[in-house]
């Protein structure tokens, strides 16, 4: 068979990597893929994950037998509508359906329609109206971009004057661009969070193996908040009990409601959750793989991915059964000193070839130049480890980032340090 990855981040280097694992794939095609995706796919790098038109064509003209849209843009973009219009199966969610992600205005009004618990708010598409709410608001407060945002789009203010500048921010300076035409204001909640990935086909749902990201650039969550620094799955704070709750106060009625609203979702949907003293609460839906969740999650499924993504075409998803390795894993992201603000590119990376081989080191921003590879973005590279425990895995992990070395290199050195003291308690 030939597939084609639209993207070119850890997430797709991760999901071509269990791709590969199944024997009746031939040939991977990644669009447009990085420098360390080129050992594993065919990398297009002249077509970007946006080029829909490219895309079709490239998909046309290859005979791709199944495509794996993976960034939220292809996805918001109708990149899956346009690759089914020229017969083309598909993993992933169409444009309709993607607008869980692409427009934080439609789901948190799904979630009020069909009462999915999530933190109350108001949409605001004036600046002046939404001051005057500040006004009179409890803080620290949340105040959200509509649209797609690179995941920087939610702003915390602490208080009015913060609150001010932060609708300045959005609506009047466009910071993130046309997705702050509208904002949302919503209720700041507290508690754990945890990230849950689901295969589903519309119908069925199938949860992966939770995770817990670290989203800000500094130890123990200090700083600016990045694309997320490190991963570690299975969350402890996701208690068996808590997945029972959330399957039947969240997913289930997120996918009925989708089905409801002519939408249905299919491909992977991403629930992040807080647990607040309340229960389990949505703070947001993505459309999509999570990164650098899906670098913690995929090493841990038994099943084939390739199996799974075509039984969610299909709608036959109900009918399989999927299997996950006990343990844990944990993924250290190496980034670009300077990183998220401003940061060199082009270091040249040196790789020592001593990997365990519980350990695979996935590219997130890197590129090959004149027969080296060389850092090519923020996030560089994603050091994941598969143990029978979190605290091996954690272990492994950060000893395999020492093969790496670039000028400027940075992780933080404590991811799943929380997590670690939840399982000792
Ligand atoms: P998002 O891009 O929606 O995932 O938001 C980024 C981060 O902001 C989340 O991972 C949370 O840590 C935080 N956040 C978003 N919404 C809320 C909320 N209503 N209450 C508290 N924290 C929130
Ligand atoms: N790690 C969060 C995301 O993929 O949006």
């Known amino acids: 068979m030939n597939l084609l990855v639209i993207g070119g981040g850890g997430r797709e280097h991760a999901i071509i990597k269990k791709l590969k694992e199944n024997p009746s ?70 444009a309709k359906a993607a607008r869980i992600e692409a427009s934080k205005v439609f789901s948190k009004n799904l979630m009020k329609k069909y009462n999915i618990p999530t933190a109350s708010y108001e949409v605001f598409d004036d600046s002046q109206k939404a001051l005057d709410y500040l ?85 123990n969550d200090t700083g600016l908040n990045t694309g997320g620094m490190g991963t570690i799955a299975p969350n402890p704070y996701y208690t068996k009990q808590l997945a029972d709750e959330c399957m039947q106060t969240i997913f289930l009625p997120t996918l009925a409601a989708m089905r409801a609203e002519g939408c249905p979702f299919k491909g992977c949907l991403y629930f992040g959750l807080m647990m607040t ?14 990164d650098p969740e899906t670098q913690v999650v995929l090493p841990l499924l038994k099943t084939d991915l390739l199996t799974i993504m075509q039984a969610v075409e299909n709608e036959t998803l109900a009918q399989l059964d999927v299997e996950w390795h006990d343990g844990a894993a944990a993924c250290i992201i190496i980034a670009s000193g300077g990183y998220p603000g401003s940061y060199q590119k082009g270091k040249v990376m040196t790789f020592e070839d001593n990997l365990a081989d519980n350990v695979v080191i996935y590219h997130a921003g890197s590129k090959l130049q004149d027969g080296n590879l060389v850092t090519n973005g923020g996030r560089v590279l994603g050091v994941t480890a598969r143990a029978d425990s979190l605290a091996q895995a954690l272990k492994d992990a950060y000893k395999a980032t020492n093969s790496v070395q670039f000028e400027g290199k940075y992780m933080r050195s404590d991811i799943g340090k929380k997590a670690l003291a939840v399982l000792e308690d």
């Open 25 to 94: 794939v031939d040939v991977i095609y990644a669009l447009p893929g990085n420098g360390g995706i080129a050992a594993d796919a065919i990398c297009v790098s002249d077509i970007g994950a946006k080029d829909i038109d490219k895309i079709v064509e490239f998909a046309k003209n290859n005979k791709i037998d199944f495509a794996v849209v993976a960034p939220d843009d292809p996805l918001a973009l109708g990149c899956v509508d346009r690759l089914h219009e020229v017969g083309i199966p598909c993993f992933g969610p169409d």
């Open 135 to 219: 006004k009179d608001a409890k803080f620290p407060i949340v105040i959200k971009a509509d649209g797609l945002a690179l995941g920087k789009g939610v702003l915390i203010p602490q208080n009015f004057a913060e609150a001010e500048d932060a609708v300045k921010t959005i609506m009047e300076d466009k910071a993130f661009g046309e997705s702050g035409n509208e904002i949302v204001i919503e209720e700041f909640m507290t508690g754990p969070e945890v990230s849950v990935l689901a295969f589903t086909d519309g119908t069925a749902i199938i949860p992966m193996v939770s995770s817990m990201d670290h989203k800000r650039i500094g130890d």
């Open 277 to 290: 003293p309340n229960g389990p609460r949505v703070i947001e839906y993505n459309c999509r793989f999570g």
